[in-house]
């Protein structure tokens, strides 16, 4: 379906709005992250390069390419990232908005090399499965598209390694949401690992959320790990992530008091 003048000068204002909201939470610096809506014949609207989008981004700045990347209107230059989100509107029909930003913790968790894809909150469960961490690519390469291919099909976001995060959803303000459930979920584990060890939910915990999820007519999300990486966690082991985010906890502590 073809988005009429009226609808799309409407998507344009929603790409700001997003955008602004993302400065706003620190998860976008200068003129990093890019937004894209697709429109209903073949075209993507999507944020330019060399624009901050926080604070000076405009309706008019934004851009229309096609599917394959080709700028058809406006002034301004496509983003060299705005392949990883062709790549996921050319593996999926059913994604209508694309939102890759920098979040904070999300990115300082895949520094640390550790994961978030284990189940740990049951609203996470319901609404991601879990949150895969994509193998590091080098920006702006084509290495990026084709490693998000690899993930698009089965999860709505992903950590980037080492470069950010990437959301999909029904329209921008779902991808945004989704993208804000994220960050949200990797600052209560880095807290709740300053604490102690975490315990991710068991295998029979993730089960029944999922049949919970189906009852309720959620999608059933995909997880990451096996059931028997799960039951690592059912028996109280800890995981060598936790006893070395402990330790380097511990250190800190120890150095700010000297």
């Not at 702006?140 to 959803?169: C, N, Q």
């Not at 999922?210 to 059931?227: F, M, T």
């Not at 059912?234 to 008091?257: F, H, L, N, T, Y």
Request: with cysteine; charged share 30%; hydrophobic share 35%.
């Amino acid at each position: 379906m073809t988005q009429g003048p009226s609808s799309e000068q409407q998507l344009r204002r929603d790409i700001v709005d997003v955008c602004r909201r993302i400065y706003e939470h620190g998860w976008f610096a200068a003129t990093d992250g890019n937004v894209s809506i697709r429109l209903g014949d073949g075209r993507i609207l999507a944020t330019p390069t060399g624009v901050h989008k926080g604070l000076r981004m405009k309706d008019d700045d934004i851009i229309v390419v096609d599917m394959a990347g080709k700028r058809l209107s406006g002034t301004r230059e496509a983003s060299s990232e705005l392949r990883m989100h062709l790549a996921a509107y050319q593996e999926r029909a059913d994604i209508r908005a694309v939102v890759h930003a920098h979040p904070t913790n999300c990115i300082a968790f895949s520094l640390a090399g550790v994961s978030l894809a284990q189940c740990l909150l049951p609203e996470i469960v319901f609404t991601f499965g879990s949150i895969p961490t994509t193998a590091y690519t080098t920006p702006t390469t084509e290495e990026v598209p084709a490693e998000i291919r690899k993930w698009i099909r089965r999860f709505d976001a992903m950590i980037l390694d080492r470069h950010g995060s990437l959301t999909v959803g029904r329209d921008v303000f779902d991808a945004y949401d989704k993208l804000e459930r994220m960050e949200h979920v990797a600052e209560i584990t880095f807290r709740a690992r300053m604490l102690g060890p975490i315990r991710p939910l068991t295998c029979e915990q993730v089960t029944r959320l999922q049949q919970v999820g189906e009852k309720l007519g959620l999608p059933n999300r995909a997880i990451v790990d096996s059931p028997c990486e799960h039951c690592n966690a059912c028996e109280g082991a800890k995981s060598p992530s936790d006893e070395e985010m402990i330790r380097r906890v511990r250190e800190q502590v120890e150095k700010s008091i000297r």
